[in-house]
Antibody, heavy 119, light 107 residues
Framework: EVQLVESGGGLVQPGGSLRLSCAAS????????MSWVRQAPGKGPEWVAN????????YYVDSVKGRFTISRDNAENSLYLQMNSLRDEDTAVYYC????????????WGQGTLVTVSS | DIQMTQSPSTLSASVGDRVTITCRAS??????LGWYQQKPGKAPKLLIY???SLQSGVPSRFSGSGSGTEFTLTISGLQPDDFATYFC??????????FGQGTKLEI
């Protein structure tokens, strides 16, 4: 079964850091672009970052540039999101998602992990 | 940045109805558009990619059309399981993805 499972969410104070992980299984992880997408309570999804198969190309939404870093370990079938200098507005459910082959659509999603930034 | 505008924000319908949701892009995105269904507490689920291609496993009552800046998602013969929130998403460039604000489909 194709599956993505996120972990690492929790409560963190403003200015703090958190590292999210996403474990992939059931498909050839190293062959796919991957994404992080977040969704604040009661809001629509917001794309956060993309990373290509070998990890050399990375793209971010403007609001997280310089604070968040997307990375991957193809040997471990894992995707990561290092989040630094967290702000209240970063509070959201964070999903990892797979880009479809030859497409930018997000065809497989994890169940999400909640990040709450609050003092 | 490319903005996506969805309408309506809320749609009331009945089982068996045919409904249409519209998404407009602030600039041309060719056919690089996806439609997603989301139920409370769950991740979004891809329904349509490249504007009109049906994702594997998605019922054929879902269809998409459009190109450039105007796109539609049509559900023909609403089923009880279809009452959810729907989002469009543009992926014209790997460096910038944008979602619409969503359409809540209510009974």
């Amino acid at each position: 079964e194709v599956q993505l499972v996120e972990s690492g969410g929790g409560l963190v104070q403003p200015g703090g850091s958190l590292r999210l992980s996403c474990a992939a299984s059931g498909f050839m992880f190293k062959s796919y672009w991957m994404s992080w997408v977040r969704q604040a309570p009661g809001k629509g999804p917001e794309w956060v970052a993309n990373i290509w198969e070998e990890g050399g190309q990375k793209y971010y939404v403007d609001s997280v540039k310089g604070r968040f870093t997307i990375s991957r370990d193809n040997a471990e079938n894992s995707l990561y999101l290092q989040m630094n200098s967290l702000r209240d507005e970063d509070t959201a459910v964070y999903y990892c998602a797979r880009l479809g082959v030859g497409s930018g659509s997000l065809d497989i999603w994890g169940q999400g992990t909640l990040v709450t930034v609050s003092s | 940045d490319i903005q996506m505008t969805q309408s309506p924000s809320t749609l009331s319908a009945s089982v068996g109805d045919r409904v249409t949701i519209t998404c407009r892009a602030s600039q041309s995105i060719s056919n690089w558009l996806g439609w997603y269904q989301q139920k409370p507490g769950k991740a979004p689920k891809l329904l349509i990619y490249e504007a009109s291609s049906l994702q594997s496993g998605v019922p054929s009552r879902f269809s998409g059309s459009g190109s450039g800046t105007e796109f539609t998602l049509t559900i023909s013969g609403l089923q009880p399981d279809d009452f959810a929130t729907y989002f469009c998403q543009q992926y014209n460039s790997y460096s910038q993805y944008t979602f619409g604000q969503g359409t809540k489909l209510e009974i």
